[in-house]
């Protein structure tokens, strides 16, 4: 039984490789592109583990880590933000959000596949 | 395709979309649209071909990307005004950004002082010195495409509590350089202690996976602390009131251990420390008051794994070795595929529902399917209309009455076809904004190189057409907008002296009109210059000096080949590239182009472009033994011919007159070796049709059994070329009937003609 | 040694912090009877659940009855081997 990520990210070359980096892993890859869609994505599924990125139109990554936080079914999914961003600002907003950790692009998959093994039970 | 492969093809694509966003979004701006929404999502545009290019290595690209961002963010964070200055700036290094994009992906390269000039002056709006080197952390830190930033101390965020209520040294970096006290296997044993805050919880942190990871690294000893545990009833069932001390025997050095609890670094008190060394420390401290208990009691009790015993005595034997032997075989079975099916397992009953709920939701937005898959189904849908074309034809012929109830499911069955065929078609349907969003740029440099000023307006950039039609539509596009501006348009001072304003309009509009996509080139320029086209005409032999040609004739001599002159072409849009090529190009797509001009005030050139390239609107026609389909977009008019106005002209051929003028005439059977005797001009019909340049012959058939709508066969697919016929439908009795080739059959009797009586004809249509 | 059975409570799959709530009171409403907690089922352990399995431990113990876990399954064991509280709440097991 291969364990669920949701990946959501406006860039459909950074999906494609989450795809990628995350089937070939052996997970099972849902995606959504955008935080509003993401949400939506969440309902009716169960991820093990949620990769948002932070820039992203409609909804962001902030608001969409507070909507996952604030659903009971889904707060205690552990959620890493993936982001270009490594300023020290990006990452404490994605914490005060509710995120579990964080993943700066541009990642190689080895790096990706540990950082979800180690938020992942 | 290596998938990675695939990908970079998908970020290239993915790049010429944000490319059209930023441009777009820029031209916004300019245009008074400065709500953040617009300034977003320009930002993310150029943030995302960034992202990308990181992940692809491709530096340059990074390079100028982040200089880019770096402005963008100061406009998105209101500190940089979007005044006309720096929008010009942008969309100038948005065109450079799109250079990049291709350079990198068509090979080639893009000339670096313009990008450095341009992140120069980029640079001088944010403030910042981009020109050199100095690239920032953050851009180094995108060209490592396939290294990952290391795990580094971030010492701000522990620091300052550390050094109050710490009385050893605060460490940060600088721990790096003490010197190692390895134990001789090069194995260290470090004393971790480690006391989560509720909200290490509350972030989905789990300490048990914190501590599985310290098990990983080598051998672990766990001593759990419940002291601090209150009786159950008081307990606050989301707190945290456990903390644990685990000793690792281990080669990875402190930064590896520091690199565990990076994302929990200010959700727990941690204290590494080597053991019997209390001098070296790193220990982080989050703002929970417990956390200076501990650190004080740390203080008193330097070593704290040596006095502190189990807190309840009865374990006989301590567990961590247990712990040690499971993680090392957790790890073996885990590794070789890194497959998380190994670890713990998510709840089963779970999953089944998971992947189906998700797949359905995941599917919402949009689909990208394979063009092949695509096509076969427009091809079966084909199939489907041909069948039931049949269909009703055999109904009608068993004489079933018109008000039978089969006769009318099969209405109602056609009215069904009609609407899945149309719906198909609409998958490979596009919006024409693909092609027109290239517009803008080709207008800016043009404009620069002219010294001409355009303003280019487009309108019904959403409608939609076959995905051939608009690859193919490029071409034509690109070179009446040149025409436009380069041809169109005078000169700002000349404008000005006619009274306009000096900055030209270029209007680049479609629309949908009767089943067929229009799309409208018009300028308001001075107009064609109607005595200068036929001086060159006449030059170039095309017309006779004395011809007398309307006003509408003459303008549409810009259409014939050999009319594009050397002394009118400049180097905008000469490249030897005339208007009959963009004619003929139009009219592969089964589409037709005219120019209307009025002096003084501009000219607009019209397309009319079939929506699909599937379905064909035809003549039937019968020729010989055979049943035959006239592209409809070919003929412009049928004709009853009387013996008299057909000439012998030697060697078999004819030609016939119409109202003054000689067309060639062609005896379709004849011609494709469908009979051996000529169709009588009084028995059969004649079909005046147009082909390729403008060319015009009229074809002789035996008679017209119909227009309709045919699905069109690549004959080349199912058979193999054959002269004069461009392809083939299957009718509604079954037969096959093959769809003409214009522009075959007219070449094939070119030498019979002459360009003045061609001219002549125009006149009629 | 005991004349009544003892209660049964089976816990949860996952116990990780949206399950404590939950938890505390399910135990909470059993103080005072001998209690066999059924480990069987569990597929995750998470520090805040062992907190409450811990105190409750201690509970029973100060009201003088027992509580016993019982069919430990793989993954509640190696959570419990993990924090280091496997002798605590399962002694038999702790060789």
């Known amino acids: ?121 | 395709m290596d998938p990675m492969e695939a990908i970079k093809q998908t970020f290239f694509q993915e790049c010429e979309e944000q490319l059209a966003e930023l441009e777009q979004g820029l031209l916004a701006i300019e245009g008074g649209e400065t709500d953040s929404e617009t300034v977003n999502a320009v930002f993310r545009a150029v943030h995302s071909i960034k992202g990308g290019a990181g992940a692809f290595g491709l530096e340059d690209l990074v390079r100028f990307a982040h200089v880019f961002e770096t402005t963008l963010d100061h406009v998105r964070a209101g500190r940089l005004a979007p005044e006309a200055d720096l929008l010009k700036v942008m969309l100038r290094a948005a065109d450079v950004l799109a250079d990049l994009v291709r350079a990198a992906r068509d090979g080639g390269v893009v000339d670096e002082a313009r990008c450095e000039v341009l992140r120069a002056e980029l640079g001088a709006f944010s403030g910042e010195d981009e020109t050199g080197d100095g690239d920032d952390g953050m851009g180094e830190l995108d060209f490592q495409p396939l290294s990952f930033e290391p795990i580094s101390f971030e010492p701000m965020a522990f620091e300052p509590t550390a050094i109050e209520a710490d009385p050893f040294e605060p460490i940060g970096s600088e721990l790096a350089f003490a010197p190692e006290l390895a134990a001789a296997d090069g194995r260290t044993t470090w004393i971790i202690h480690f006391r989560p805050h509720a909200s290490l919880y509350a972030h989905a942190n789990e300490s048990a996976l914190l501590l599985r990871e310290l098990g990983r690294m080598g051998e672990v000893e766990t001593t759990l602390d419940d002291s601090t545990l209150p009786p159950l009833a008081d307990m606050e069932p989301e707190g945290a009131y456990l903390a644990w001390t685990v000793r690792l025997t281990t080669e990875r050095d402190l930064d590896a251990i520091r690199g565990a609890f990076e994302w929990v670094e200010d959700d727990c008190d941690l204290k590494i420390e080597r053991e019997g060394g209390a001098a070296e420390v790193a220990s982080v401290q989050g703002p929970d008051p417990i956390e200076l208990i501990l650190a004080k009691a740390l203080a008193s009790a330097p070593a704290p794994t040596m006095e502190a015993p189990p807190p309840i005595p009865q374990i006989a034997e301590p567990a961590p070795l247990d712990v040690a032997a499971l993680i090392r075989k957790a790890q073996a079975a885990e590794e070789p595929v890194l497959a998380p099916a190994n670890a713990v397992p998510a709840p089963a009953a779970a999953h089944p529902a998971t992947a189906n709920a998700a797949n359905a939701t995941a599917t919402t937005a949009t689909i990208r399917v394979d063009l092949d898959r695509v096509d076969r189904l427009i091809d079966l849908v084909g199939e489907l209309v041909i069948n039931q074309a049949m269909l009703a034809q055999r109904v009608t012929e068993s004489g079933l009455g018109r008000s039978s109830g089969v006769v009318t499911g099969l209405d109602e069955l056609e009215h069904l076809t009609r609407e899945i065929q149309d719906s198909v078609m609409a998958i490979r349907a596009q919006p024409v904004k693909s092609v027109f969003q290239r517009m803008p740029r080709l207008a800016r440099e043009v404009a620069a190189m002219t010294g001409k000023s355009v303003r280019l307006v487009t309108e019904g950039e959403g409608c939609e057409v076959d995905k051939t039609v608009i690859e193919r539509l490029s071409d034509p596009l690109t070179h009446m907008i040149r025409n436009a501006i380069d041809h169109g348009l005078e000169r700002p001072d000349k404008r000005i002296a006619a009274g306009k304003s000096g900055e030209g309009v270029v209007r680049l509009s479609a629309a949908h009109r009767s089943g067929r996509i229009v799309i409208e080139v018009s300028d308001d320029g001075a107009g064609i210059n109607r005595p200068r086209v036929k001086d060159i005409a006449i030059e170039k032999g095309l017309i006779a000096p004395d011809a007398v040609l309307s006003d509408e004739e003459i303008d549409n001599l810009i259409f014939l080949p050999g009319f594009s002159t050397a002394s009118e072409v400049s180097d905008i849009s000469g490249r030897g590239v005339g208007m009959d090529v963009v004619k003929r190009s139009i009219q592969a797509l089964g589409g037709r182009i005219s120019v209307a001009s009025r002096p003084g005030l501009g000219s607009t050139f019209t397309l009319s472009l079939p929506l699909t390239l599937a379905v064909l609107d035809g003549m039937v026609v019968s020729a010989g033994s055979q049943t035959l389909v006239v592209p409809l977009t070919a003929i412009i008019e049928t004709l009853q011919p009387k013996a008299a106005e057909v000439h012998p002209i030697g060697e078999g051929a004819h030609v016939i007159s119409i109202r003054g003028g000689y067309v060639p005439l062609i005896d379709v059977g004849l011609a494709l070796g469908y009979s051996d005797e000529a169709v009588e001009p009084a028995k059969g019909v004649a079909l005046l049709i147009e082909g390729e340049g403008g060319a015009r012959a009229a074809l002789m058939v035996g008679a017209i059994q119909g227009q309709r709508q045919v699905v069109i066969k690549s004959l080349e697919a199912n058979y193999r070329q054959v002269f004069g016929i461009a392809a083939a439908t299957i009718l509604g009795d079954g037969r096959v009937a093959l769809i003409l080739d214009i522009d075959a059959l007219v070449a094939g009797q070119k030498g019979l003609e002459s360009p003045a009586p061609v001219l002549r004809t125009a006149a009629i249509g | 040694m005991e004349t009544a059975p003892p209660a049964t409570l089976a816990l949860p799959d996952v116990l990780d912090l949206k399950a404590t709530s939950h938890l505390v009171a399910d135990l909470l409403a059993l103080r005072g009877h001998d209690l066999e907690l059924d480990a069987s089922g569990v597929q995750r352990l998470g520090g805040q659940c062992l907190q409450v399995l811990l105190s409750a431990t201690a509970a029973w113990k100060q009201d003088g009855a027992v509580l016993t876990v019982r069919q430990p399954s793989d993954a509640f064991r190696e959570g419990l081997q993990l924090m280091g509280a496997e002798a605590r709440l399962i002694p038999e097991l702790a060789q």
């Not at chain 1, 990520?5 to 406006?10: F, G, I, P, R």
Request: aromatic share 4%; hydrophobic share 45%.
């Open chain 1, 1 to 121: 039984m291969s364990m669920t990520v949701l990946t959501v990210d406006d860039s459909r070359t950074m999906r494609d490789m989450l795809k990628l980096a995350l089937s070939e892993a052996g997970y099972n890859v849902i995606q959504a592109e955008d935080g509003i869609h993401g949400l939506e994505v969440l309902q009716g599924s169960s991820p093990d583990v949620i990769i948002t990125d932070i820039n992203m139109p409609r909804m962001d990554g902030f608001g969409f880590i507070e909507g996952v936080r604030r659903d009971d079914t889904y707060r205690a999914v552990p959620i890493l933000v993936l982001t270009t961003e490594s300023d020290a600002e990006k990452k404490s907003r994605a914490r005060a959000a509710g995120a579990t950790g964080w993943i700066v692009k541009p990642f190689d998959r080895a790096k990706l596949v540990d950082a979800i093994r180690r938020v992942a039970a």
